[in-house]
């Protein structure tokens, strides 16, 4: 069996892309949830487990759902192969293989392209792991998105992950203030954006601020908003010794302080 454990606004969609393809998927969540392939009952999900998809939020929850209060290590007698698509420290994702055993492949596989992205079925994936095991993972991740870059060894896809979500952070933190900006200059919206789109401002939200369903939010520790100030802490965990990190810190701090924007 194929588990998604976080079934939330990314791995759900992943799920139902799964199942939609004819896969014998399951989903897992500790939080209860609407779709009827999800249980929040770890022993209707472990036992037949073969192949995991981790959509969790972070690292506390990755433990949680692997080694403490789930313990798949310990409840997931068939597993051999796990993909990690949450995004988290490339330091943490590398020390993973020395906690889970050696007979479990172990795939960072994390994504980029919002809920959007995961609903159309074209997430885009930077994978971490050996050509041979990328090469027999890609049909199962075909059925959720459409595009995928083999960065390297295992931890190489976190590591471009969290270097794209820095500049996605930074792509948010000055469009919102463009934005806020042009609006208190009395521009309007729509011209501005169709401006940007074609012009050398050309940035991932501006181009979806429609569309990016948490465009236009404010921060909040459990929204989407709040997982990209997370994501830029996982980048700065991964700095080089003695890269200068006042400016990712500054756009992480802008980015913390988003009100709603309407």
Same mark, same amino acid.
């Given at each position: 069996?194929?588990?998604?454990?976080?079934?939330?606004?990314?791995?759900?969609?992943?799920?139902?892309?799964?199942?939609?393809?004819?896969?014998? *998927?399951?989903?897992? /969540?500790?939080? $209860?949830?609407?779709?009827?392939?999800?249980?929040?009952?770890?022993?209707?999900?472990?036992?037949?487990?073969?192949?995991?998809?981790?959509?969790?939020?972070?690292?506390?929850? %990755?433990?949680?759902?692997?080694?403490?209060?789930?313990?798949?290590?310990?409840?997931?007698?068939?597993?051999?192969?796990?993909?990690?698509?949450? %995004?988290?420290?490339?330091?943490?994702?590398?020390?993973?293989?020395?906690?889970?055993?050696?007979?479990?492949?172990?795939?960072?596989?994390?994504?980029?392209?919002?809920?959007?992205?995961?609903?159309?079925?074209?997430?885009?994936?930077?994978?971490?792991? %050996?050509?041979?095991?990328?090469?027999?993972?890609?049909?199962?991740?075909?059925?959720?998105?459409? =595009?995928? =870059?083999?960065?390297?060894?295992?931890?190489?896809?976190?590591?471009? $992950? &969290?270097?794209?979500?820095?500049?996605?952070?930074?792509?948010?933190?000055?469009?919102?203030?463009?934005?806020? !900006?042009?609006?208190?200059?009395?521009? /309007?919206?729509?011209?501005?954006?169709?401006?940007?789109?074609?012009?050398?401002?050309?940035? !991932?939200?501006?181009?979806?601020?429609?569309?990016?369903?948490?465009?236009?939010?404010?921060?909040?520790?459990?929204?989407?908003?709040?997982?990209?100030?997370?994501? &830029?802490?996982?980048?700065?965990? *991964?700095?080089?010794?003695?890269?200068?990190?006042?400016?990712? $810190?500054? &756009?992480?701090?802008? &980015?913390?302080?988003?009100?709603?924007?309407?």
């Amino acid at each position: 069996m194929i588990g998604v454990a976080g079934c939330g606004r990314m791995g759900g969609p992943m799920l139902q892309a799964l199942c939609d393809a004819g896969a014998r *998927a399951q989903g897992f /969540d500790i939080a $209860k949830s609407d779709m009827p392939q999800v249980t929040d009952n770890i022993m209707a999900f472990a036992p037949r487990l073969e192949t995991l998809f981790s959509v969790v939020r972070d690292e506390t929850e %990755t433990n949680a759902l692997l080694f403490d209060t789930q313990n798949l290590m310990g409840t997931a007698p068939n597993l051999r192969r796990i993909f990690i698509c949450s %995004t988290l420290s490339p330091r943490y994702v590398r020390g993973l293989r020395d906690r889970v055993p050696e007979h479990i492949t172990l795939i960072d596989a994390p994504m980029s392209g919002a809920r959007i992205a995961a609903q159309n079925r074209s997430l885009s994936f930077m994978l971490g792991g %050996t050509r041979d095991d990328i090469d027999e993972a890609l049909p199962l991740l075909a059925f959720m998105g459409q =595009h995928f =870059h083999h960065m390297g060894a295992y931890g190489a896809g976190m590591q471009a $992950k &969290v270097l794209n979500n820095l500049l996605a952070a930074s792509h948010t933190a000055m469009t919102r203030l463009v934005l806020d !900006w042009a609006a208190d200059a009395g521009l /309007d919206q729509t011209a501005l954006l169709n401006l940007i789109e074609t012009s050398s401002g050309q940035n !991932w939200l501006a181009s979806g601020f429609d569309s990016i369903e948490f465009a236009r939010d404010g921060y909040a520790p459990d929204n989407s908003i709040g997982i990209l100030v997370k994501d &830029v802490a996982a980048a700065l965990d *991964a700095a080089p010794d003695g890269a200068d990190t006042a400016l990712p $810190k500054q &756009v992480q701090a802008t &980015v913390r302080a988003l009100k709603p924007y309407r």
